[in-house]
């Protein structure tokens, strides 16, 4: 998977990004208190297996390059910040369902779990979950139904994929550094006359 194409792909993700309030004020912006108060505390809700998937399989999304990576940003942190004081506990539940689900595919697939897995395999099994995303966003009606269905691996890794990206381009380094997009662009004039 390219990082290019996977950027890409979420290019859509830059239409909610002004809403965000990215840019440092007097006071931190409200996803930047996130991201500081998850990189100061420790993992409450996702143990240390599962945090070195979500830490293997953001960094195989989003690795560092000439741009920050996945793990310089924090991500698997915020996640776990996330899921600790954001997510209903049935929310909570379904997505460690949907990354055991990804852990036992991984050792289906190669024996280990993901985050020990060779590189090779990680990437294998990645590739392959990705090419089960759908296609379209799914209806309200289609969330339920997915709802009431036990977790499988494939939605574990849609719902991941989500998190990574809304940790990733939430991080002020990223909102600063890559991005550069102001949001308040140029001056208004409104109907005024001199």
Do not use: W
Request: aromatic share 6%; hydrophobic share 45%; proline share 6%.
């Amino acid at each position: 998977m390219d990082r290019r194409e996977f950027l890409g792909s979420l290019a859509g993700i830059s239409a909610l990004l002004p809403g965000l309030s990215l840019l440092p004020l007097r006071e931190p912006s409200f996803t930047a208190a996130l991201h500081a108060r998850a990189a100061a505390a420790g993992l409450r809700t996702l143990n240390p297996e599962q945090d070195a998937a979500v830490t293997c399989i953001a960094e195989i999304l989003l690795p560092q390059t000439d741009t920050v990576g996945a793990t310089q940003v924090g991500v698997s942190r915020f996640i776990d910040l996330l899921l600790t004081e954001s997510m209903l506990e049935r929310d909570r539940a379904r997505f460690l369902e949907g990354l055991a689900a990804i852990d036992a595919r991984s050792r289906s697939l190669g024996g280990a779990p993901v985050a020990a897995a060779s590189r090779q395999d990680q990437e294998s099994l990645i590739r392959s979950l990705d090419g089960q995303l759908p296609q379209y966003a799914a209806t309200r009606a289609e969330r339920a139904l997915l709802d009431r269905q036990p977790m499988t691996a494939e939605r574990g890794y849609e719902l991941l994929k989500h998190l990574v990206v809304f940790a990733y381009f939430t991080s002020e380094p990223v909102a600063k550094d890559l991005i550069n997009a102001p949001i308040i662009p140029g001056r208004y004039d409104g109907c005024v006359s001199v």
